[in-house]
């Protein structure tokens, strides 16, 4: 009643600190900016969206995410094996053969940055949003659930001191 009064104008709101109201408009801004991060992150990291679907799915049931051949790891195994088609001698077998190894570390290396990311980069972020932005979250519905019992009294008593100089009047 007290929320849908003060949404109206019909009652008074006890104003909470400037400093304090700044403080919930950076952590609205941190939570947000987390979340676009993460997210684009998450993108950037893996593009395929039925992969990553699956990703969170394996981490919500907290079960272990199967490798996956990254692009340039197949595209080394298929210059592999052209070269062993083509014959390893042969000047175009021998080229597939250093580009697929190149071809094969950086995959490699590709693998190890987004491994090295998830844990170092999404991993942080993700607390941050599952565990403190949650609590921040609670403490600011307890805070705001009080403040509004806090007005609600505030109006009983002034209701009720107001009948009581009308009733002093009165006698």
């Given at each position: 009643?007290?929320?849908?009064?003060?949404?109206l104008g019909?009652?008074?709101?006890?104003?909470?600190?400037?400093?304090?109201?700044?403080?919930?408009?950076?952590?609205?801004?941190?939570?947000?900016?987390?979340?676009?991060?993460?997210?684009q992150t998450?993108?950037?990291?893996?593009?395929?969206?039925?992969?990553?679907?699956?990703?969170?799915?394996?981490?919500?049931?907290?079960?272990?995410?199967?490798?996956?051949?990254?692009?340039?790891?197949?595209?080394?195994?298929?210059?592999?094996?052209?070269?062993?088609?083509?014959?390893?001698?042969?000047?175009?077998?021998?080229?597939l053969i250093?580009?697929?190894?190149?071809?094969?570390?950086?995959?490699?290396?590709?693998?190890?940055?987004?491994?090295?990311?998830?844990?170092?980069?999404?991993?942080?972020?993700?607390?941050?949003?599952?565990?403190?932005?949650?609590?921040?979250?609670?403490?600011?519905?307890?805070?705001?659930?009080?403040?509004?019992?806090?007005?609600?009294?505030?109006?009983?008593?002034?209701?009720?001191?107001?009948?009581?100089?009308?009733?002093?009047?009165?006698?």
């Open positions: 009643l007290q929320f849908t009064e003060e949404k019909q009652a008074e709101k006890t104003e909470l600190d400037a400093h304090f109201e700044n403080l919930l408009a950076r952590a609205d801004f941190t939570k947000n900016w987390t979340e676009k991060i993460l997210r998450e993108v950037l990291l893996q593009p395929n969206p039925s992969a990553r679907v699956e990703e969170f799915l394996y981490e919500k049931l907290d079960r272990k995410v199967p490798s996956r051949v990254t692009n340039g790891e197949l595209l080394a195994q298929y210059m592999t094996e052209a070269a062993n088609d083509f014959g390893p001698g042969t000047p175009y077998g021998k080229t250093k580009v697929g190894e190149t071809q094969r570390r950086l995959g490699a290396a590709e693998r190890d940055f987004i491994h090295s990311a998830s844990i170092n980069f999404l991993t942080p972020l993700r607390n941050f949003l599952e565990g403190d932005w949650r609590t921040i979250s609670k403490e600011r519905r307890i805070l705001q659930n009080r403040r509004l019992d806090l007005d609600a009294c505030k109006a009983r008593l002034k209701k009720a001191k107001a009948a009581e100089a009308k009733a002093a009047v009165t006698f």
